[in-house]
């Protein structure tokens, strides 16, 4: 038997939807397909709710129903965005291994959550153990999304509140919470009539798509820059209280406006990505946090995003001229001699400090030798320099890490993974004295 959506990891979609295969599987889209151009009115709202209707039900077992006069969200770029947080996750688990932990209980904020709930139901629909919180200032919308929470069952996963305009956007206090893993938003994207009407006018082409959005949903002071720098200004006094912090972002200039400000503020880490939906749509999220955890280099640093946008890297791979087995025995042998955490099974390690420093491996020999475990100092040099395989005992865990790391090895290729920590050169001084030792073991 094929399982259920609510059971299943589903990718993130890549390609534009296949209206002909969609109206095979669902006979109400089939209603609103033109059978000669194998496409849809997108300028018909209901043609557009169906499409999404359509979508929710086919690939996620979702069901909704929409007002005439609120926004009706595009399904691909929304699940596309909730799929980066899911590897935004992910990646930054205490299991340190960068896959789907089904048990792991995951607590969320949808920041405006609209009419449709996309979000919330989006994210428990994928994720069994994951619950929602939403916030909403339009009681209209708010009607709307309890009901679609109610029309899937979802009452005991999603709980959502009213808030108002010039209230927190992050009211963790009013909602009974001490902490949550990320927050999600789709913030209006312009500041005035007059910023919409213009955006519209600078494309190219006029949109596609029918906008029954409100102005409550497409306008707010600022744009969604000025949201989302508002939604910094909370996280500073919140902090670690959220590991992500995330927001959806309309137009290139407004990322650019809220990187700056997230550098300004001293936040250290950060990830940035597109959200493409098929060959048209393109928007952008951004998320930062406190705890230092670092996400994977293709969650956080998107390929097409200007480098001067981009965190710092958290990644390095190291060129060798040594076969996988000799390169994971001569990491084995390095690591091993230094006073730090170390699993070869797993390739995860974790340092107090420098402990590769010269001045680190001299104290760390002296004491050896006063402790008489390797035979004296001469002993302890060869485990240092010639990297002979005795294991260092070390009482080093991640609670008091400066860095955390991993290794991955392939023929002629070591790349070491940033995992934790704050301190950029420490992990890129760690990756150098890898290049020496591995340099120095290839060369003999």
Request: charged share 25%; with cysteine.
């Amino acid at each position: 038997m094929e399982s259920s959506p609510l059971h299943r990891d589903i990718p993130a979609y890549d390609e534009d939807i296949d209206f002909v295969v969609l109206a095979s599987q669902d006979p109400d889209f089939a209603k609103v397909v033109d059978p000669a151009s194998k496409t849809i009115n997108f300028k018909d709202p209901k043609a557009v709710q169906q499409l999404t209707k359509s979508l929710l039900k086919r690939d996620f077992g979702v069901s909704i129903e929409l007002p005439d006069d609120r926004l009706c969200p595009p399904v691909p770029v929304r699940y596309n965005y909730v799929h980066w947080i899911q590897s935004l996750l992910d990646t930054t688990s205490d299991r340190y291994d960068d896959r789907y932990d089904p048990d792991r209980k995951v607590l969320g904020l949808d920041i405006g959550t609209g009419a449709s709930c996309i979000y919330p139901l989006l994210a428990t629909s994928t994720r069994p153990q994951w619950r929602m919180f939403g916030t909403e200032v339009d009681s209209h919308s708010l009607d709307y999304a309890e009901h679609n929470v109610h029309l899937n069952d979802l009452e005991d996963r999603i709980s959502l509140r009213r808030s108002t305009c010039d209230g927190p956007l992050i009211p963790l206090g009013a909602l009974g919470l001490k902490q949550i893993n990320f927050t999600i938003c789709n913030p209006p994207f312009y500041s005035s009539k007059d910023d919409m009407e213009s955006g519209h006018a600078s494309k190219a082409v006029p949109p596609s798509a029918v906008c029954t959005g409100a102005e409550i949903e497409m306008i707010c002071e600022g744009g969604d820059a000025g949201f989302v720098c508002r939604m910094i200004d909370e996280s500073l006094v919140l902090r670690d209280r959220v590991q992500w912090y995330t927001s959806m972002l309309g137009k290139l200039s407004s990322l650019h406006t809220v990187v700056a400000r997230l550098k300004e503020a001293g936040v250290k880490n950060w990830a940035i990505t597109v959200l493409r939906a098929g060959s048209k749509t393109r928007r952008w999220a951004v998320g930062w946090s406190f705890v230092d955890r670092r996400p994977r280099n293709d969650i956080a640093r998107d390929s097409d995003i200007s480098h001067a946008l981009l965190p710092l890297p958290a990644a390095q791979t190291i060129a060798t001229f040594l076969k996988a087995q000799d390169a994971s025995h001569s990491l084995n042998v390095i690591l091993s001699g230094l006073n730090l955490r170390w699993d070869p099974a797993t390739g995860i390690g974790f340092a107090k400090e420098n402990v590769w420093s010269r001045a680190a491996r001299r104290k760390l020999m002296r004491q050896r030798a006063d402790q008489g475990t390797s035979g004296g100092a001469e002993a302890s040099n060869t485990v240092m320099e010639d990297n002979s395989t005795t294991q260092t005992s070390n009482d080093n865990g991640q609670e008091d890490a400066t860095l955390g790391f991993k290794t991955m090895v392939e023929d002629r290729a070591v790349t070491v993974r940033w995992l934790e920590g704050e301190d950029f050169v420490l992990f890129e001084s760690f990756c150098s004295m890898l290049k020496r030792s591995l340099s120095t073991r290839t060369q003999s």
